[in-house]
Each structure stands twice: as structure tokens, then as C-alpha cells.
């Protein structure tokens, strides 16, 4: 699939690695990241752009609430993705998918090493990618992704996720996605 990659999207991703490699390790003490997820599932190619940020409103009303300590974290996380895939009739097909919502990172097994959930609305441009209806443009999508921060700076992962209406439309197939992230803690 990564060999498939070709144009811009190869470029795009050539330039944000050796961005990421040269950035100072001294930069702002802040915990946003920036990045990139490829992969794919059921039959598409994925590509995605995501921001992720700290949420102080989210901890202090709900984490703190629950737990102490800093077991878990509370995110705000904004994606722009892009399926594509190729439908009955043969031709090539796309669509954009933009989710905003919260995420929660557990740090478990470490700070280093930890875990990001969530549950978020999306909105898709097209709801029809591939061979299969998603029955309506709005749709929810669940993941779960274990990460690594390989410097202070750079994080690896793989990320699973779900996305489906929910039932709101029929029918309701539901997509599932694999795919590794590349970030830019800054």
C-alpha cells in the first residue's frame, strides 16, 4: 500500500518526516500534536491529517473528577481524512471525512508508551465510497490507537478505528480502518 503512494501525497509526506527530524528538541513545552495516518481495510486507502491538544476544560470537569493523578488525559482531536476506493462500476472513488471530538490518552504502560480512545462525530463528503452505501453523511467513528513517543518530539503508532451511523440511517455497514500515525509533538 505505502509503495502505492504517488504524487503528492508521497511529496507531503517526504517533507512533514524531514520536518519532524530537524525540528529543535527545545521547542514549546506544549503537548499539541500534529500528524499524518496511512493505511486502509476494506478494500480503501487512507490517508489522514489530524491536530491533536490538550482539552483543560474536558480534565477538570470530567477526568479530575473520576481520578487522580495523570493516568488519563483528556484530548481534543480535529482529523481530516480521505478514503479511497473503487466502486461496482469499476471507476475510482473518494471521499473526505472530518471528525472533531475527544480523546482520551491513557497512560498505561507508561508515559512513553500509552494508549489514545475515542469516540467521535463525523461528517463524510460523499456517502457512498467504494461498493458501499454508509447509508448517510453523518457518522461516528471509534478508534483506539497504541502509541510510542520515540523522542520527545516524535511519536509512532498504529491506530484501529470504526466508523458507522450509528443506526441514524439505513442501511449502516460500518467501515474498519487500520493504519499507522507518524506525529509532531510541538
Given at each position: 500500500?505505502?509503495?502505492?503512494?504517488?504524487?503528492?501525497?508521497?511529496?507531503?509526506?517526504?517533507?512533514?518526516?524531514?520536518?519532524?527530524?530537524?525540528a529543535?528538541?527545545?521547542?514549546?513545552?506544549?503537548?499539541?500534536?500534529?500528524?499524518?495516518?496511512?493505511?486502509?481495510g476494506?478494500?480503501?486507502?487512507?490517508?489522514?491529517?489530524?491536530?491533536?491538544?490538550?482539552?483543560?476544560?474536558?480534565?477538570s470537569?470530567?477526568?479530575?473528577?473520576?481520578?487522580?493523578?495523570?493516568?488519563?488525559?483528556?484530548?481534543?482531536?480535529?482529523?481530516?481524512?480521505?478514503?479511497?476506493?473503487?466502486?461496482?462500476?469499476?471507476?475510482?472513488?473518494?471521499?473526505?471525512?472530518y471528525i472533531?471530538?475527544?480523546?482520551?490518552?491513557?497512560?498505561?504502560?507508561?508515559?512513553?508508551?500509552?494508549?489514545?480512545?475515542?469516540?467521535?462525530?463525523?461528517?463524510?463528503?460523499?456517502?457512498?465510497?467504494?461498493?458501499?452505501?454508509?447509508?448517510?453523511?453523518?457518522?461516528?467513528?471509534?478508534?483506539?490507537?497504541?502509541?510510542?513517543?520515540?523522542?520527545?518530539?516524535?511519536?509512532?503508532?498504529?491506530?484501529?478505528?470504526?466508523?458507522?451511523?450509528?443506526?441514524l440511517?439505513?442501511?449502516?455497514?460500518?467501515?474498519?480502518?487500520?493504519?499507522?500515525?507518524?506525529?509532531?509533538?510541538?
Open positions: 500500500m505505502l509503495m502505492a503512494m504517488r504524487g503528492w501525497k508521497s511529496r507531503s509526506l517526504l517533507v512533514l518526516s524531514a520536518l519532524l527530524w530537524q529543535p528538541a527545545s521547542a514549546s513545552p506544549n503537548d499539541s500534536r500534529v500528524g499524518v495516518r496511512i493505511g486502509g476494506e478494500g480503501l486507502d487512507y490517508y489522514s491529517l489530524f491536530m491533536l491538544w490538550p482539552s483543560d476544560w474536558l480534565q470537569r470530567v477526568v479530575d473528577r473520576w481520578l487522580d493523578g495523570d493516568l488519563i488525559r483528556a484530548y481534543w482531536d480535529l482529523s481530516v481524512e480521505r478514503w479511497e476506493g473503487t466502486g461496482a462500476d469499476g471507476r475510482d472513488n473518494a471521499t473526505e471525512v472533531f471530538g475527544p480523546v482520551a490518552r491513557i497512560n498505561w504502560p507508561s508515559q512513553r508508551f500509552h494508549l489514545l480512545l475515542g469516540v467521535q462525530p463525523s461528517y463524510m463528503s460523499h456517502a457512498h465510497i467504494d461498493d458501499d452505501d454508509m447509508g448517510g453523511n453523518v457518522q461516528f467513528t471509534s478508534h483506539a490507537g497504541l502509541v510510542f513517543e520515540v523522542t520527545p518530539r516524535l511519536a509512532v503508532g498504529f491506530r484501529g478505528q470504526h466508523t458507522s451511523n450509528s443506526r440511517y439505513r442501511p449502516n455497514p460500518g467501515m474498519n480502518l487500520a493504519s499507522v500515525t507518524l506525529a509532531y509533538r510541538f
